[in-house]
């Protein structure tokens, strides 16, 4: 059975950090693009970030850039999001996301239950 | 960017059919995916490619993508097909390069 199983949510301060991890099971993780996926309070979907099977390409949505970083780790099947100088707006639930398919562009098959990240003081 | 454009809300009776529209620019010449989330819980892919289903997905729901506009049908609706349903394309030459529609709340009455 497929699993994606994140943490790392929290309270933080504007302009602090904190790193999200996703745990994958149940599949082979290093064969998979894997995405992050962000939903503020009573708002709609919006992906944050994604990135190919050895790590070798990463893409960001604008707002992000700069300032998150996604990562892997094949070895411990582990996706991750370092999020730097959160801001208020970064305020959301973050899904970890398989992506379905080998190549980029795939639906998301499968998602994790979320992790919320609250910044505020 | 690209943008998709959702109805806010569709309501119908159960039994009855209910059909939730994307819009989007030449969104025919994309393949649409659809995600249905009920309150609490995360997304679940319905709809992938325009119109195949994922396996445990009942055969009452169904997709089509043509010209500006991909629909998402529902067939004999169920009250526990209330949910919040979500367009998603992936758009090289946009950015982001993944994007999701507003989402339609669907109202079983």
């Known amino acids: 059975e497929v699993q994606l199983v994140e943490s790392g949510g929290g309270l933080v301060q504007p302009g602090g950090s904190l790193r999200l991890s996703c745990a994958a099971s149940?599949?082979?993780?290093?064969?998979?693009?894997m995405s992050w996926v962000r939903q503020a309070p009573g708002k709609g979907l919006e992906w944050v970030a994604n990135?190919?099977?050895?790590?070798?390409?990463?893409y960001y949505v604008d707002s992000v850039k700069g300032r998150f970083t996604i990562s892997r780790d094949n070895a411990k099947n582990s996706l991750y999001l370092q999020m730097n100088s959160l801001r208020a707006e970064d305020t959301a639930v973050y899904y970890c996301a398989r992506e379905l398919g080998i190549a980029a562009a795939g639906p998301f098959d499968y998602w994790g239950q979320g992790t919320l990240v609250t910044v505020s003081s | 960017s690209y943008v998709l454009t959702q109805p806010p809300s569709v309501s119908v009776a159960p039994g009855k059919t209910a059909r939730i529209t994307c819009g989007g620019n030449n969104i025919g010449s994309k393949s649409v995916h659809w995600y249905q989330q009920k309150p609490g819980q995360a997304p679940v892919l319905v709809i992938y490619?325009?119109?195949d289903r994922p396996s445990g997905i009942p055969e009452r729901f169904s997709g089509s993508n043509s010209g500006n506009t991909a629909t998402l049908t529902i067939s004999r609706v169920e009250a526990g097909d209330e949910a919040d349903y979500y367009c998603?394309?992936?758009?090289?030459?946009?950015?982001?390069?993944?994007?999701f529609g507003g989402g339609t709340k669907l109202t079983v009455l």
């Open positions: 998603q394309v992936w758009d090289s030459s946009s950015d982001p390069y993944v994007v």
């Open positions: 149940g599949f082979t993780f290093s064969s998979y693009w």
């Open positions: 990135i190919k099977q050895d790590g070798s390409e990463k």
């Open positions: 490619y325009d119109s």
